[in-house]
């Protein structure tokens, strides 16, 4: 299958999958196109709600210049989560459902996600955490840990529904299955807008299947490169120039963060000159500042931020 052209799937459980309606089809759009009816104005709407569709379509197109394709419009976007959200309403409709969404790429899809699921469950809940298994690489050792803000015992005895971004490796997301069952979920389904199959290295299946991609570099709604293009109303591949010069600008960023925590470091230890807060020593103190904690690739990023140039392919989740 030609890359950017994997059919969309319909979002639905593994034990029932059905072919893809001819609709959910990707079909050729430009980047302008993608957005065009999410900014659609008429007479009747707002003076506010123009002023701001105003902004979001200046910053779009300042974006759509490192846009090289669109592989998933605006409006395929909500075509694909009113699938799914008819097809989560109808399993869950008679129970009580807790859905988590992992931070940070999953937080636009989640929010869309909960208000499509029709019929709404008995009742639902919504919570997030950020999953780490990363240390210091770009490859997931498999070893996930949730940040602590998340108590695990809130899912006790519930019936959990995991919203995921983006699954490929299938390490993280399996990690995460397993996790959340010993902690006494009653159930664990996962719900992933994008899933990149061809690079799996356990067998892993989620239940709700947005769309399945080639081994492809995406952008856009809720997915950041550097941490950024999240807020993008659709997805897309960026050019390849524009990843070499964000590779470039964040090498850069992490050397400059290097020997500004080197600097920092050597004046601490006693080895600066007298500082502004005049005490004299020749000690470096400044009020309410601590020195950087780096990692050995430089400065700390978010889990999306390093990918390689020349591959142009996101980190594996």
Same mark, same amino acid.
């Given at each position: 299958m030609?890359?950017?052209?994997?059919?969309?799937?319909?979002?639905? *459980?593994?034990?029932?999958?059905?072919p893809a309606p001819a609709h959910l089809h990707p079909r050729p759009f430009s980047a302008p196109q993608a957005h065009r009816h999410f900014l659609r104005t008429n007479a009747s709407?707002?003076?506010?709600?123009?002023?701001?569709?105003?902004?979001?379509k200046q910053r779009v197109e300042r974006s759509d210049e490192d846009i090289d394709k669109v592989v998933l419009s605006t409006e395929q976007l909500n075509e694909i989560l009113a699938d799914m959200g008819q097809?989560?309403?109808?399993?869950?409709?008679?129970?009580? =459902?807790?859905?988590?969404?992992?931070?940070?790429?999953?937080?636009?899809?989640?929010?869309?996600?909960?208000?499509?699921? *029709?019929?709404?469950? =008995?009742?639902?809940?919504?919570?997030?955490?950020?999953?780490?298994?990363?240390? =210091?690489?770009? *490859?997931? *050792?498999?070893?996930?840990?949730?940040?602590d803000a998340f108590n695990l015992a809130t899912v006790k005895d519930k019936h959990v529904l995991v919203a995921e971004d983006i699954i490929d490796t299938g390490l993280t997301i399996s990690s995460i299955v397993t996790l959340l069952r010993g902690a006494g979920a009653m159930s664990v389904r996962v719900a992933v807008l994008?899933?990149?199959?061809?690079?799996?290295?356990v067998t892993y299946e989620p239940d709700y299947i947005g769309m399945h991609i080639g081994d492809e570099f995406v952008v856009g709604y809720g997915i950041?490169?550097?941490?950024?293009?999240?807020? =993008?109303?659709y997805i897309g591949t960026p050019k390849p120039e524009v990843v070499k010069r964000i590779m470039a600008e964040r090498k850069q960023q992490q050397a400059e963060a290097a020997a500004l925590n080197h600097r920092m470091i050597e004046q601490v230890n006693g080895n600066g000159t007298s500082n502004e807060n005049g005490n004299g020593n020749g000690q470096y103190a400044p009020i309410g500042h601590v020195p950087l904690e780096l990692g050995t690739s430089g400065i700390v990023s978010s889990k999306n931020a390093l990918r390689s140039p020349s591959s142009s392919k996101p980190v594996p989740k």
């Amino acid at each position: 299958m030609l890359r950017g052209q994997a059919a969309v799937t319909q979002a639905t *459980s593994t034990s029932a999958r059905q072919p893809a309606p001819a609709h959910l089809h990707p079909r050729p759009f430009s980047a302008p196109q993608a957005h065009r009816h999410f900014l659609r104005t008429n007479a009747s709407t707002p003076r506010s709600l123009v002023a701001a569709r105003v902004i979001i379509k200046q910053r779009v197109e300042r974006s759509d210049e490192d846009i090289d394709k669109v592989v998933l419009s605006t409006e395929q976007l909500n075509e694909i989560l009113a699938d799914m959200g008819q097809r989560i309403g109808e399993d869950y409709k008679d129970k009580h =459902l807790l859905v988590i969404g992992v931070l940070k790429g999953g937080a636009v899809f989640t929010a869309d996600l909960i208000r499509h699921v *029709s019929p709404v469950p =008995l009742t639902m809940e919504v919570d997030f955490f950020k999953a780490a298994s990363y240390g =210091l690489g770009t *490859s997931s *050792s498999g070893t996930v840990k949730l940040d602590d803000a998340f108590n695990l015992a809130t899912v006790k005895d519930k019936h959990v529904l995991v919203a995921e971004d983006i699954i490929d490796t299938g390490l993280t997301i399996s990690s995460i299955v397993t996790l959340l069952r010993g902690a006494g979920a009653m159930s664990v389904r996962v719900a992933v807008l994008l899933d990149k199959r061809s690079r799996r290295r356990v067998t892993y299946e989620p239940d709700y299947i947005g769309m399945h991609i080639g081994d492809e570099f995406v952008v856009g709604y809720g997915i950041d490169f550097a941490e950024r293009y999240r807020w =993008l109303p659709y997805i897309g591949t960026p050019k390849p120039e524009v990843v070499k010069r964000i590779m470039a600008e964040r090498k850069q960023q992490q050397a400059e963060a290097a020997a500004l925590n080197h600097r920092m470091i050597e004046q601490v230890n006693g080895n600066g000159t007298s500082n502004e807060n005049g005490n004299g020593n020749g000690q470096y103190a400044p009020i309410g500042h601590v020195p950087l904690e780096l990692g050995t690739s430089g400065i700390v990023s978010s889990k999306n931020a390093l990918r390689s140039p020349s591959s142009s392919k996101p980190v594996p989740k």
